[in-house]
C-alpha cells in the first residue's frame, strides 16, 4: 500500500499524524518524543509555545525512556557532542530535580529545530498531507505556533488514544536498537501472545522459547486501522472494551485438519488479527469472513509492510513460513487462504 492510498482510506488529520508516526525511517527515537510533546501541549489547547517549553516536554519525555533502553541504533557510535550523550550525563542530575536540568533543556532547544522539527512532516516520498506546527520568532525567542490540524487531532480524547500509539510504537523501536534483543527483533519479528494481550519478542535462548512483552497488540495494530474497530469500522474509544480478532476463525484450521497439516499461513499469527470492539468479536460467526473484511486486512496488512522494522518483518516472515515470497501482496495470499476454507 503506498502512503497515498493509506492516506485515502481516512483523509484528514488524524491519518497524517499517524502517517509521521508509524512510516518514517527511525534512526533515533526524537519524532515520538517530539509527538508526545505536540500532544501534551495541544491537548490543553494552547495555540502558541515557547520553544523552550516545548523542549523541556520533549527532553522529559526522552528521559524516561533512556533509562530502559537505547535511543539510537547501535551502529551509530555516539560523540561526545551528541545530544544522546549529553542527556546520559544530565539524567541523574534531572531526575534528582525532578524535571530536565537547564543545560539539557537548552541544548534541546537549539537542535530541535534544525533536526526533529524539521524532519517531522517528511517521509520517504513527501511529507504527509498536514502539518501540525510552524517556528516563528527569532532564534533567542523562537515560538511554536500549534495549528488548527494539531487541535483537531488532540480533540475529543483522541490524544490518549494516539499517545498509547506513539508509546507502542516508540517501545518497538527502541526494542529493535537494543543489543540481543534488537537482533532478534530484525530477524524473527514479533509473536502475538494473546493471553496477555502483547506482542512479545521470540527467539531461541538455550534451546527454549523466550518471548519478552514488547508492547500491545491493539496498540500496535489499531493505528494500522486507522483506530477503527476492525468489524464495525467505528473509532475505538480509549476506554472501550477490546477484543483482538482473528480475521480467519482460528477454528477453521481445527476443522480442516490439524494445525500441523494446515497448508496454509498460521492463522494464530500477527497478519491474521484485528483489534475489535469486544461485542463486535463476540456476535461474530466461526465462518469464513466477507469479502469486505479480507479487503480490510489486506489493506492494513499492506500498510504495515510500510512501517519499517521491526513490525513490518513480522509479516514478511509470516509470509515466508507459509511458503510466499516476503515481498508477496496480501491481497493474493488472502484470496489463497479463502479457498482453502472453502
Known amino acids: 500500500m503506498s502512503r497515498t492510498d493509506f492516506f485515502a482510506t481516512d483523509p484528514c488529520p488524524r491519518t497524517s499524524w499517524r502517517m509521521a508516526i508509524l512510516m ?23 495555540t502558541e509555545v515557547a520553544l523552550t517549553d516545548l523542549a523541556s516536554t520533549y527532553t522529559g519525555s526522552l528521559l ?16 561526545d557532542r551528541d545530544f544522546l550523550t549529553l542527556m546520559a550525563h544530565e539524567a541523574e542530575e534531572s531526575s534528582r530535580l525532578g524535571h530536565p536540568t537547564d543545560t539539557l533543556v537548552d541544548a534541546a532547544a ?11 512532516h517528511n517521509l520517504r516520498g513527501g511529507p504527509v498531507w498536514h502539518r501540525f506546527y510552524e517556528l516563528t520568532g527569532s532564534r533567542r525567542e523562537q515560538v511554536v505556533r500549534v495549528t488548527p490540524e494539531l487541535l483537531s487531532v488532540a480533540a475529543h480524547g483522541q490524544a490518549a488514544i494516539l499517545g498509547t500509539e506513539i508509546e507502542a510504537r516508540w517501545n518497538i523501536v527502541e526494542n529493535s536498537f537494543a543489543t540481543g534483543i534488537g537482533r532478534s527483533l530484525l530477524d524473527h519479528g514479533m509473536a502475538a501472545d494473546l493471553e496477555t ?36 469500522q467505528h473509532v ?18 481445527k476443522r480442516l485438519g ?11 499469527a500477527v497478519w491474521n ?4 470492539h469486544a461485542t463486535c468479536n463476540m456476535d461474530k460467526s466461526a465462518t469464513v469472513p466477507c469479502d469486505e473484511l479480507l479487503r480490510r486486512l489486506a489493506l492494513r496488512n499492506e500498510a504495515i509492510k510500510s512501517s ?9 516472515r509470516e509470509l515466508v513460513a507459509s511458503g510466499h515470497p516476503p515481498t508477496a501482496n496480501w491481497w493474493n495470499v488472502i484470496r489463497e487462504v479463502k479457498k482453502l476454507c472453502i
Not at 524516561?64 to 557510535?77: C, I, K, L, N, S
Not at 527467539?203 to 500491545?216: A, E, N, S, V
Not at 475505538?236 to 484450521?253: E, K, Q, S
Request: charged fraction near 20%; charge should be positive; glycine fraction near 8%.
Open 197 to 232: 494481550g502483547q506482542l512479545a519478542e521470540t527467539g531461541q535462548l538455550t534451546g527454549k522459547l523466550r518471548r519478552k512483552p514488547i508492547t500491545g497488540i491493539r496498540e500496535a495494530l489499531a493505528p494500522f486501522q486507522h483506530g477503527r474497530c476492525f468489524i464495525c
Open 64 to 79: 524516561a525512556h533512556t533509562t530502559h533502553a537505547p535511543q539510537a541504533r547501535a551502529a551509530q557510535p555516539l560523540g
Open 110 to 120: 537549539r537542535s530541535m529545530p534544525n533536526m526533529v522539527m524539521d524532519k517531522f
Open 236 to 253: 475505538i474509544a480509549v476506554n472501550d472494551a477490546v477484543h483482538i480478532d482473528h480475521v480467519f476463525p482460528f477454528a477453521l484450521m
Open 258 to 268: 490439524s494445525v500441523s497439516g494446515w497448508p496454509g499461513p498460521d492463522l494464530d
Open 273 to 276: 488479527l484485528a483489534p475489535t
Open 24 to 46: 518514517g525511517d527511525n534512526n533515533r527515537t526524537y519524532k515520538f518524543a517530539l509527538g508526545q510533546a505536540l500532544l501534551e501541549h495541544a491537548v490543553r489547547g494552547e
Open 308 to 316: 519499517k522494522v521491526p513490525l513490518a518483518v513480522t509479516l514478511r
